[in-house]
């Protein structure tokens, strides 16, 4: 079952996510965290079915 509290009633449809960083940091500023959220959205493609 599903945490999100925002259920995807229409799979074939595109949807985005968004991102609020805590106090606003500049997280893309950096090649380490750059990497760690690129490795996390590759693992979300290629084990959770986004695309």
Same mark, same amino acid.
């Given at each position: 079952?599903?945490r999100?509290?925002?259920?995807?009633?229409? +799979?074939?449809?595109?949807?985005?996510? &968004?991102?609020t960083? !805590?106090?606003w940091? +500049?997280?893309?500023?950096?090649?380490d &965290?750059v990497q760690? !959220?690129?490795e996390?959205?590759?693992?979300?493609q290629?084990?959770?079915?986004v695309?």
């Amino acid at each position: 079952m599903s945490r999100s509290r925002y259920p995807i009633v229409e +799979p074939q449809a595109p949807h985005f996510m &968004t991102f609020t960083v !805590l106090e606003w940091l +500049p997280v893309f500023t950096r090649p380490d &965290t750059v990497q760690i !959220l690129l490795e996390a959205f590759t693992y979300r493609q290629q084990n959770r079915g986004v695309r």
